[in-house]
C-alpha cells in the first residue's frame, strides 16, 4: 500500500488541473513503513519536458531528479516514484507509459481526468516479467503536517505509528 498525504493528493490534483490538456509530472520519495506499505514525505514538482506530446507523454525534468536525490542524500528516504496525469484518459497506465517503465521498483501514480478536473488517482507497479503494470493499493495518511519549501519542493514527516 502507497501512504500519501491528502495534501499532497489535492497538490498533485491541482497541478493536473492547471497543466491540463497537457500532462503534468513529479517525483515521489519516502520510505518503507512495514511490510508491504511505502509512505511518500516528499514531492518533487517537475515540468513536463516531453520531447513528444505533452497531452500524452511527460518526462520529468533531470535536475528535479538530480536535486531530490540530493537532498534525500543520508536520509533513510529514497525516490519511491512519481506521478502524472492523464489529461483524457483513466488512471491506468497507457501503452507509452509500459514503454517507458524499466525501473520495477517505482510506484506510478496516476491521475484520470474528465472534463479537466480530476476524476481518480490510482497507483501501479511494474510486474515482475515487465510486461504490465499491477495495480499498487493507494491511501491517504493521516497524523501529517505539511510545509511548502520555498523551493517548490513539499516535505513532510508523518507521525510514527
Ligand atoms: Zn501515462
Redesign the pocket.
Known sequence: MLLIPRTFLDLIAAEAEAAHPRECCGLLAGRDAGPGDIVVTRMAPSANLTGGRAEDSFEVDPQVRFDLMRALDGSDKRIIGHY?S?PAGPAR??A??LAKAYEPDLIWV?LGMENGRVADVRAHRLAADGGRFDEFGLSTTDGVAADRLASGTHDTEETAP
Do not use: E, G, R
Open positions: 502524472h492523464h497506465p497507457s507509452t507509459d496516476i
